[in-house]
């Protein structure tokens, strides 16, 4: 069956605009994880929803990063006046459930602010 | 915070070797996950382990769980070239809904 996919793959942008990630879980999963992977490290969490309601925003930087799930299965990360510290790697990754199940991740998106 | 110490950084084996990688934590851990990140790939579940002391098998893959559940490792036996990549440990703190707090990874490299 499908995977999570996101799009799209790649986005350079330059500092202070707007970008949209895409990202669209497994068919059936509840669960839905936004996640920064910089160079060298592991991910890290930015945002968790359970079906449509953000359960845990406590990974998110700061104000100008928002995700939405509005049907409780695709979810946009929205990053407004981006800036260069923004680049990495953005992770998307479902679960049936929440806590204690395994987590499938997408592809990612390649996010290059110049 | 709470958080987990991976080691080694980085392994560089011949072919046909062993490889360890540890997960090391201050605080007892609910549970641990494996993850293996092939190099430009994403993270992809290897395995769970929630019992003090289990250990799980997944053909040259053995996993363990420390009696204190503060640690873990991964053990693969004779390496291959396919296994290259980065190995991730990843645990949740139970009443956190499924956030994953990873470890910075141990980057296996096979010469073959």
């Known amino acids: 069956g499908a995977g999570v996919s996101q799009t799209p793959s790649n986005k350079v942008t330059e500092k202070g605009k707007y970008v949209e990630l895409r990202c669209d879980p497994i068919s059936g999963h509840t669960a839905l994880y936004w996640y920064r992977q910089s160079l060298g490290q592991g991910p890290e969490f930015l945002i968790y929803f359970q079906g449509t309601g953000a359960a845990d925003d406590s990974g998110l930087p700061n104000d100008r990063f928002f995700a939405v799930r509005p049907e409780g299965s695709v979810s946009t990360l929205k990053i407004q006046r981006t800036e260069r510290g923004d680049s990495a790697v953005y992770l998307c990754?479902?679960?049936?459930?929440?806590?204690?199940?395994?987590?499938?991740f997408g592809p990612g998106t390649r996010l290059t602010v110049t | 915070g709470q958080q987990v110490m991976q080691i080694p950084q980085y392994q560089h084996v011949q072919e046909g070797e062993d490889f360890t990688t540890y997960c090391n934590s201050s605080t007892t851990l609910s549970n641990i996950q494996w993850y293996k990140q092939r190099p430009g790939g994403h993270p992809v579940f290897l395995i769970q382990l929630v019992k003090s002391g289990e250990v799980k098998k997944q053909k040259r893959l053995t996993f363990q769980f420390g009696e204190a559940k503060k640690n873990s490792s991964l053990h693969i036996t004779a390496t291959q070239t396919t296994d290259v990549g980065t190995y991730f440990c990843?645990?949740?703190?139970?009443?956190?809904?499924?956030?994953?707090?990873f470890g910075r990874g141990t980057q296996l490299t096979v010469w073959p």
């Open positions: 990754a479902s679960s049936i459930q929440g806590q204690g199940y395994e987590q499938y």
């Open positions: 990843a645990f949740d703190r139970g009443s956190t809904l499924g956030r994953l707090y």
